[in-house]
């Protein structure tokens, strides 16, 4: 069965800072990656995804993660945070036959103005 | 286009009384529907899946029981709740291939007393 570490639980930036978030997964074959963020008071909706080609991956919002194999990694990066990306992060791993997804302990995230 | 109704939004019951929440989906055919419960610190812990009427799938034993009535209906249910049966609970369907996210309902709080 996989399974997804999150690194921080918590996490406090500065406007303008830049940020990186760690996730790293378990699992033998080959795997679907997502980024999911839940804004205060809202609903979890897909920051972005990842199934196959460039590792690389551009997402909503100015945020982007790079897969890398060998690391079983898919860390999710925005080179300068705002006040209004205040929210929790989950990354999350599927496999491919299987429908569900596992789910990080999430990241909470507050960037202060 | 897809949208997902999940109700109620809050709800507080006390113990021992039945629960049922419920979620349909709009604007997709046979969709992989799911139940997650989201608690602080903890990520989402999926519940129960169902890839078609009348077929569920439970990942985790406990007080609770999910039902496809219908093709795009999943109901989520106890018949006496417990203090620990609290949380937010999350309703969720994707298309039934194997490369594809999910989308998340708004959600349900439900507190017991």
């Known amino acids: 069965a996989q399974s997804v570490s999150q690194h921080n639980h918590h996490v406090i930036l500065s406007e303008a800072a830049s940020l990186e978030l760690g996730c790293n997964y378990s699992?033998?074959?080959?795997?679907?990656l997502f980024w999911y963020v839940q804004y205060p008071g809202q609903h979890l909706q897909l920051l972005l995804k990842?199934?196959?080609?460039?590792?690389l991956v551009k997402g909503i919002k100015g945020f982007e993660a790079e897969f890398i194999k060998s690391k079983f990694s898919f860390n999710l990066r925005k080179p300068s945070v705002q006040w209004s990306d205040t929210a929790e992060y989950f990354c999350a791993v599927n496999a491919p036959g299987y429908s569900t997804l596992t789910f990080g302990k999430g990241t909470m995230l507050l960037v202060s103005p | 286009s897809q949208t997902i109704h999940q109700w109620p939004a809050t709800l507080v019951q006390p113990v021992g009384s039945p629960l049922s929440l419920e979620c349909t989906v709009e604007?997709?055919?046979?969709?992989?529907l799911y139940w997650y419960r989201q608690a602080a610190g903890r990520g989402l812990q999926l519940l129960f899946y169902s890839v078609g009427i009348g077929q569920i799938s439970s990942e985790v034993p406990q007080n609770l029981s999910a039902s496809r009535p219908q093709d795009r209906q999943f109901i989520l249910s106890s018949k006496k709740l417990l203090l620990s049966d609290s949380g937010f609970y999350l309703c969720a369907w994707s298309v039934g291939t194997e490369n594809t996210e999910a989308f998340f309902g708004q959600g349900t709080r439900l507190t017991v007393v």
């Open positions: 990842y199934f196959s080609g460039d590792p």
């Open positions: 699992y033998g074959g080959t795997v679907n």
């Open positions: 604007g997709t055919s046979n969709p992989n």
